[in-house]
């Protein structure tokens, strides 16, 4: 048994593996260099199972269809479909059922895709592996590898488990989905002594999922399954708890307070109707049809439905929704967390400053002719190992490489030309203890030229004299020394990492090649980063204006983090940066008192992204989380609501996530806010206008008896009212316009109730107002002795309904200033409706069945002219609220 090892081989986690030295790493595991033999490789994978991510308990769809029906709405509708049925209104009862399914199936299909992550992840493991094994090279799949086998890796291949690097030759990898970081990393065996390095510093270390990009290596295997980095980001994705939008919080306490509500009004209205004497059974029909009527059953088919649209308008900008109720989330998000790379930058290195002789510059078409320049985009061009596309296509490399040949052909140097003259004759390739690259080239005149690159304090270090402006050679005292540091300093605190070029002449070869690596000539410095995108900018001052607070989360350097924050706005000052190091060290409480004062957090973990976003949840903020990695994919589906890119995008975070960018635009994610504000403005408007409606319905009823007059609808009146003013005009409002200077306002309080900002009030005072109406028309056509007094009061509350919906299309503008048509399928739904009522006045086979007759022109006339006093009066008000707040037409005050 290896030492260490409580069962089988020790797993990642109990040893710090990138700290321990290659042979330490070997006598851990007991594991022969030249890998395991068959017959112990058995028994360990006997002993820890297969590298394979864990399974997890996967829901059934019956436990999904289940779960569509806890919700109390959902279960008040059920209540609600049974009764109709039993007094006889089958077609309400079927409208119902429909709703009910309908929510059902939307509901298990968003967390049936839900439940895709974990598939995702399984496929990124690599499928096939070299290894050692007794004392030879066998491919194998690679779920057989175990803790301790010796594993063969080169450009191309995936890392099929977690390694400790045993021998690198140029060995790089591509992690940008497992740290954030856009370059390549380069991997060597020697140990890190930091036993808390960040995992993007472990450089002796790869990691299952990562690709191979460049050189060759070995590597032991140290964790396997779900012991690996990327089964630990899978255990927490697992462990990952989906929480309700605001919308469905809301309109789950809204449901509740209605439900009790309504069977509190069932008993009022049935023991008043009994006291006053009148027949038992139309009583409890009555009260009955009068708590069906109180819950708005529209309510899930047009919240379904306007979510469903504002998701298809999304698509149109680029934004598709995976999950329907994030479409409101959006509008209601405090929060956005941000993945750096691919997300707000380019995700590629770009050379952005220039420094040769005394000169600094921004761009290859700003430096000067000539000189020390000549030299300079020389070099560039041939110290170089990146080469052209296939008939001009993208450039093939190291993302570093790449960036610099594109500066030398902008500058006008590109490789392959000046080859021709410059041919490559040897090279020294690059290593991270010389931090250097040479290559040698034949001069066009006769002899030879040393070029060399890399990091710039050891090319200062190695240089004996430099180039001026002209071209000329001069000395590197150590005021030119101390001046080459400082440019070195300067572009640094940019976040651009620098490096430098030297040269050294040659009239043959010399005998030993890294001899040329010393006493060279400086000829300049170059800076080069991942630069943010071009509309990163602007989209963050939109955020901002909305009131949203934009967070960098990366797994990049400091400097550069704050770099490209300052850049675009997120961050200004040292102070708002936290780094991964300093996370570890906060408490989750310590990390809520600081997590409102801090915009970028670099240098993170997978499990700190989670911990960040729990932080600002935890202090009331609902939070945004965009990322491409997989990574990113934890906090994807911890975050309120997680916005994928689509482009740059692993599977994992968009299977993850409940948004996807299709254009990795974070612009996108400001159209999708304002999509987002608008869908619940909508949902808002059709509870206003259905309660305020329903409350007439309610205060008719309730208060005819009090005032000595028979109860003027029947429960037929009550449910047809109902189902026709509810389903149109509730379903156009999913078509409203939004409202102007919607951007304008703040982000929604998560508490806020869906009731707030007066609607309670207004739901009384207009369901008076509607009552009022209908029950004046009532006594005055029962004095003058109007016979058809009933279906006047029947037709007053459906058309005033509809004038009621008219007004409410905007809570401030007046509709005139909106436009009659501006909302066409409104005018088409008000339309229908008018004529369907008609219909129950003035089509005989229907009088029987809704106990109506014919209206006389008088008496048309005077239901039509009551039926418009709420559209006035609902008008007037919003006047007068114009008046007291200066016109503003928004839908809620400035600043609020």
């Known amino acids: 048994m290896p030492a260490g090892a409580d069962s089988g081989p020790p797993v990642a986690g109990r040893s710090p593996w990138h700290s321990l030295p290659a042979a330490e790493a070997l006598d851990a595991l007991d594991a022969p260099r030249t890998g395991l033999s068959a017959a112990e490789a058995a028994a360990r994978l006997e002993a820890v199972g297969l590298n394979a991510l864990p399974e997890g308990e996967q829901r059934t769809v019956g436990g999904m269809v289940l779960d569509q029906f806890r919700d109390f709405l959902i279960l008040l509708l059920i209540g609600a479909a049974i009764v109709s049925g039993f007094i006889g209104e089958v077609a309400d009862t079927i409208a119902i059922v429909v709703i009910v399914v309908l929510n059902a199936v939307i509901g298990v299909v968003q967390e049936f895709r839900a439940e895709r992550a974990m598939e995702a992840l399984r496929k990124m493991a690599a499928t096939r592996a070299q290894v050692r094994r007794d004392d030879r ?25 977690d390694l400790r690097v045993l021998e690198s030759a140029q060995l790089r990898a591509a992690e940008a989905a497992l740290t954030g970081e856009s370059e ?87 023991v008043v109707g009994v006291v006053r004497g ?42 598709l929704v995976r999950r329907l109720p994030a479409v409101e989330t959006l509008g209601s998000v405090t929060y956005i967390c941000t993945d750096k790379t691919g997300t707000l930058t380019e995700n590629r290195m770009r050379a952005e400053r220039f420094a040769a002789g005394e000169t600094v510059v921004a761009a290859a078409a700003s430096a000067p002719e000539g000189g020390v320049w000549e030299h300079f985009w020389r070099a560039m061009a041939l110290c170089s190992d990146a080469t052209a596309g296939a008939e001009g296509g993208e450039v093939l490399g190291d993302p570093t490489e790449t960036a610099l040949y594109a500066a030398a052909a902008e500058a006008g140097r590109v490789r392959e030309e000046v080859e021709r003259s410059w041919p490559r004759v040897a090279e020294l390739p690059f290593d ?22 890399g990091a710039a304090e050891a090319v200062a270090a190695r240089s004996a004299d430099r180039l001026t402006d002209d071209g000329s050679v001069a000395a590197l005292d150590s005021s030119e020394v101390a001046g080459i540091a400082a440019d070195v300093e300067e572009i640094s605190l940019d976040g651009l990492r620098v490096l430098a070029y030297a040269m050294r002449a040659y009239d043959e070869l010399p005998a030993e090649l890294s001899s040329a690596e010393e006493s060279m000539t400086f000829i300049g410095l170059v ?21 949203i607070v934009p967070v960098m989360i990366t797994g990049d350097h400091p400097a550069t983090a704050m770099s490209i924050a300052r850049r675009i706005g997120i ?71 997680g916005v994928a890119m689509g482009v740059t995008g692993t599977d994992v975070a968009k299977e993850a996530a409940s948004m996807i960018l299709l254009d990795d635009d974070f612009s996108t994610i400001v159209r999708a806010v304002e999509e987002g504000r608008r869908i619940y403005d909508n949902i808002r408007k059709f509870i206003r206008y259905t309660m305020t409606s329903n409350a007439g319905e309610i205060f008719t009823i309730l208060l005819a008896p009090f005032l000595g007059m028979p109860i003027p609808l029947l429960p037929i009146h009550i449910l047809w009212i109902n189902l026709v003013t509810d389903g149109l005009p509730g379903l156009a409002y999913s078509a409203e316009p939004a409202e102007r200077d919607l951007m304008r306002r703040p982000p929604r309080p998560p508490a806020q109730s869906i009731l707030a900002e007066g609607m309670a009030a207004q739901m009384v ?9 209908a029950l004046s028309v009532q006594a005055v056509a029962m004095e003058l002795g109007v016979e058809n007094w009933q279906s006047m009061v029947f037709t007053v509350l459906c058309l005033g309904q509809l004038g009621n919906a008219l007004a409410l299309r905007s809570s401030r503008d007046s509709v005139f200033s909106l436009g009659l048509l501006s909302n066409r399928p409104m005018a088409t739904a008000l339309g229908l409706t ?57 839908g809620e005050e400035p600043g609020r």
């Open 432 to 453: 991270s203890e010389r931090k250097l690259m040479t290559t040698f080239h034949a001069r066009p005149d006769g002899g030879f030229v040393s070029l060399t690159k």
């Open 137 to 161: 090279v066998v491919d194998l799949p690679a779920e057989e590898l175990v803790p301790g086998d010796v594993v063969l890796l080169d450009a191309g291949r995936v890392v099929p488990a």
């Open 184 to 270: 390549a990393v380069e991997k060597r065996a020697e140990a890190i002594p930091a036993a808390d390095a960040p995992l993007g510093d472990r450089s002796s270390m790869l990691y299952r999922g990562t690709e191979v990009v460049h050189g060759r290596g070995e590597g032991l295997v140290v964790a396997t399954g779900p012991s690996t980095e990327l089964g630990r980001i899978a255990g927490l994705l697992a462990g990952t708890e989906t929480g309700k939008t605001p919308l469905q919080r809301r309109l789950a306490g809204f449901g509740r307070a209605l439900g009790l509500a309504a069977l509190g009004l069932c008993a009022l209205v049935f």
């Open 765 to 773: 005072w207009v369901g008076l107002l509607l009552g009022g109406v």
């Open 278 to 319: 009148e027949d038992l059974l139309l009583m409890f029909l009555t009260a009955v049809s009068l708590a069906v009527a109180a819950v708005p059953e529209a309510l899930p088919a047009v919240a379904t439905i306007t979510l469903a649209l504002g998701a298809r308008r999304m698509v149109r900008t680029n934004a």
């Open 834 to 890: 008018v004529l369907l009522q008609l219909a129950t006045l003035y089509v005989p086979f229907l009088n029987p069945v809704f106990r109506t007759a014919p209206l006389s022109p008088i008496e048309l006339t005077v239901t039509l002219l009551a039926s418009t006093v709420v559209f006035w009066v609902v008008e007037a008000d919003k006047w007068l609220r114009r008046r007291r707040t200066g016109a503003w037409a928004g």
């Open 527 to 547: 800076g080069l980063m991942d630069p943010p995108r071009a509309e990163a900018a602007e989209a963050v001052a939109r955020c901002r204006t909305a009131g």
């Open 571 to 641: 961050a200004r000052r040292e102070s708002e940066v936290v780094t991964g190091a300093e996370l570890d060290r906060l408490t989750l409480e310590e990390l809520e008192a600081r997590v409102l004062d801090t915009h970028v957090y670099a240098r993170v973990a997978p499990e700190q992204k989670l911990k960040i976003v729990r932080a600002l949840q935890d202090r009331g903020q609902f939070v945004a989380m965009t990322g491409d990695g997989v990574n990113d994919a934890p906090a994807l589906k911890q975050a309120d609501i």
